[in-house]
């Protein structure tokens, strides 16, 4: 099970989806799961207080059951299709320890430990991604100085500490097709992942800005 982290715009989905097509990986997008969870439970609160409220009721670990739920909810839609994934990528955790208490509720879905990617990008690159890639309303005119914030209260709920509990760090501060390269020297040389297709397997690391180390 492969764990993705990072601020907004640093590439976690992009990364996300080459291990999808390229080395059959199920991915799960946390944030996508509760904002799905919630529609369904409680679409008129706002997130702040039902969030409050389902875990003063549940525990701290509600979030993270839902996590697993989903997980598992997929992976066995999966076996149902006749497909084994080849790998569980799991995106947008923002907290070491919901990372530690899902890769222990999930630890029997693979027999290899779970990995923590943490993808690194300079604060400038990312600001620059946040407001070209323009997901939401304001999002391409957002200061600097904004974008900031948003930075700071990502870290407030404990990225940098899972940075460095990370067992890898992928650099995305070149192209797409370097970051992408980078991308595939880790899953092939470091995490022993198998592509669907032979094209490209020997792939190496190009570019100064990007690479990885353990």
């Known amino acids: 099970m492969l764990f993705i982290v990072g601020y907004h715009a640093s590439g976690k989905t992009h990364l996300a989806n080459m291990l999808?097509?390229?080395?059959?990986?199920?991915?799960?997008?946390?944030?996508?799961?509760v904002r799905a969870f919630k529609a369904s439970d409680n679409p008129d609160a706002s997130m702040g207080q039902w969030a409050e409220q389902k875990e003063a009721h549940y525990g701290i670990n509600f979030f993270d059951d839902i996590i697993v739920d989903a997980v598992r909810g997929a992976y066995a839609n999966e076996l149902e299709k006749g497909v084994t994934p080849k790998e569980v990528v799991i995106t947008g955790n923002r907290a070491l320890t919901g990372v530690q208490y899902i890769a222990e509720q999930l630890s029997d879905l693979h027999d290899r430990p779970s990995s923590v990617i943490a993808v690194e990008v300079s604060v400038e690159q990312r600001y620059q991604r946040y407001k070209?890639?323009?997901r939401r309303?304001?999002?391409?005119?957002?200061?600097?100085e904004d974008f900031g914030d948003l930075i700071?209260?990502?870290?407030d709920t404990g990225l940098d500490e899972i940075f460095a509990y990370a067992d890898h760090i992928v650099f995305n501060n070149?192209?797409?097709?370097?970051f992408m390269k980078a991308g595939h020297?880790?899953?092939l040389n470091e995490?022993?992942?198998k592509r669907l297709t032979m094209e490209g397997e020997?792939?190496?690391?190009?570019?100064?800005?990007?690479?990885?180390?353990?």
């Open 137 to 144: 309303p304001g999002d391409a005119d957002v200061s600097f």
């Open 152 to 155: 700071a209260h990502e870290r």
């Open 202 to 214: 020997n792939l190496k690391i190009n570019g100064e800005g990007n690479g990885f180390y353990r």
């Open 132 to 134: 070209e890639r323009d």
């Open 174 to 178: 070149d192209s797409r097709e370097a």
């Open 191 to 193: 995490l022993g992942l």
């Open 20 to 33: 999808i097509e390229q080395y059959g990986a199920l991915h799960i997008e946390t944030s996508a799961v």
């Open 185 to 187: 020297a880790l899953a």
